[in-house]
Every structure is written in C-alpha cells, then in structure tokens.
C-alpha cells in the first residue's frame, strides 16, 4: 500500500540557518510527489511538485526539493530560513488514477529569531 | 477565480445533529476532492468526484456521511447524527486531471467541525 513517512515530527531552527524536511514514500509505480505548507487553521499550499524530468524541482518561497528514486525519498530543502517559514509541513504523493493524495503526518517548523 | 471556496469556516453542532458543508472549485477544474485532517495529523482522503461522477469513496466515509456534486460545479459533504469523533477540518481540493498543462491540486481553507 502507498505510504509517506516523515520522521521528524518538530523542527527547530533559527532564522537564516538552511533547512532539510525529510520525506519517504513507498510506491510501486513512478510517484507523483508533492510537499504542502499549512499555517494555523489554514488550508493546505503547494510549495513544489514532481512528475518526471528533473530530479531537482525548484518551488515557491525559495523551496525546492530533490527526488532520489534509489532511496525513495523527496527531502524538501531552503538555503536560508525566514520567521515567516514557521508552520506545518506535509509530503504527500499521488495514488492510483484517481490521483487522491496519501499524507505524511507532518513537520512542524519553528524559527527562532 | 478566486480559488476553492468552503463554507462555513467553523461550525459548532450537537452530538446526533446533522451537519451539511459547501465546497465550491475553481471553476474549470472537473475533479473535487474531500479530506478530513485531525489534530496532529495530515489530511486523509475521503471521497472524490470527477464532474459529477462520485468515483471513490475511502472506507473513512460510514454511512453516515454523504457526498454530492450535482452539475459538476459545487460539492456539498453531509454528515448526519454526529459523533464526536468527527470533530475535525474538512478540506476540499479541486484539480484538472493529472495529465493536463497546469495539473495540480487547489485546497480550501477548511470547515472545521466541533462536536459537542
């Protein structure tokens, strides 16, 4: 069954230190991966996403992501983290041809000043 | 298009009460989806319609729930005698199928349900 772990449940950093999120799927085919950002008692933003091509893919907010099959997984990275960074970050991939989207459990993200 | 829309943002109900939510897509997009997300938790899939065609449903929906997207516009989630265990948000996404230029998921703000 399709799966996504993401293993550290909190994270802390300060401000302008880099930042790597941690994301591990299982999927038999080739995975449709996604990371969401969500605020407090907010909806879900698509940060970045891969389909195919470039294992790299470059998102929003300075995000970007590296998708490495051999070891399945989909860490999400940014060079240097702002205060405004801090909220809950979810990995997700896209299953069957319906294309619902399995959820991590989430990472949540605190910065300090 | 300002993007996927649900209503309310919060509702309040009584244990055994039935409750209905809104969710309205971006309009060109022909698939909509339900999630439901705990506290602590990422979201869970619930249910999905392309148009209007309801194509799955996740063992997560009892029959107490209910989903409909009459004319494959809006979508509205019922869910009837209340339990507490359904407090929770209620997320809607729509998205054009996957092979399309621009494919993508869009998510609602939420519905977040308390039982009491």
């Known amino acids: 069954a399709q799966s996504v772990t993401q293993p550290d449940i909190h994270i802390t950093v300060s401000e302008g230190a880099s930042l790597e999120l941690r994301c591990n799927y299982s999927?038999?085919?080739?995975?449709?991966l996604f990371w969401y950002v969500q605020s407090p008692g907010q909806g879900l933003q698509l940060l970045l996403k891969?389909?195919?091509?470039?294992?790299l893919v470059q998102g929003i907010k300075g995000f970007e992501a590296e998708f490495k099959r051999s070891q399945s997984s989909f860490n999400l990275r940014k060079p240097s983290v702002h205060w405004s960074d801090a909220a809950e970050y979810f990995c997700?991939?896209?299953?069957?041809?319906?294309?619902?989207?399995?959820f991590g459990t989430g990472t949540r993200l605190q910065v300090f000043p | 298009d300002t993007g996927v829309s649900q209503d309310p943002r919060h509702k309040i109900t009584k244990r055994g009460q039935n409750v209905t939510f809104r969710c309205d897509p971006i309009?060109?997009?022909?698939?909509l989806y339900w999630y439901r997300q705990t506290l602590g938790q990422g979201p869970e899939f619930l249910t999905y319609?392309?148009?209007?065609?309801?194509?799955?449903k996740s063992r997560l929906l009892s029959d107490r729930f209910s989903a409909e997207r009459p004319k494959g516009s809006f979508s509205t989630l019922e869910i009837q005698r209340t339990e507490q265990g359904d407090s929770a948000m209620y997320l809607c996404?729509?998205?054009?199928?996957?092979?399309?230029?621009?494919?993508?998921?869009?998510f609602g703000s939420g519905t977040r349900l308390t039982v009491v």
């Open positions: 891969y389909f195919s091509g470039d294992t």
């Open positions: 996404a729509s998205s054009l199928a996957v092979h399309t230029e621009g494919y993508g998921y869009t």
């Open positions: 997700a991939v896209g299953a069957g041809h319906t294309d619902k989207l399995i």
């Open positions: 999927y038999g085919a080739t995975p449709y």
């Open positions: 319609f392309q148009n209007e065609a309801q194509l799955e």
């Open positions: 309009s060109e997009h022909n698939r």
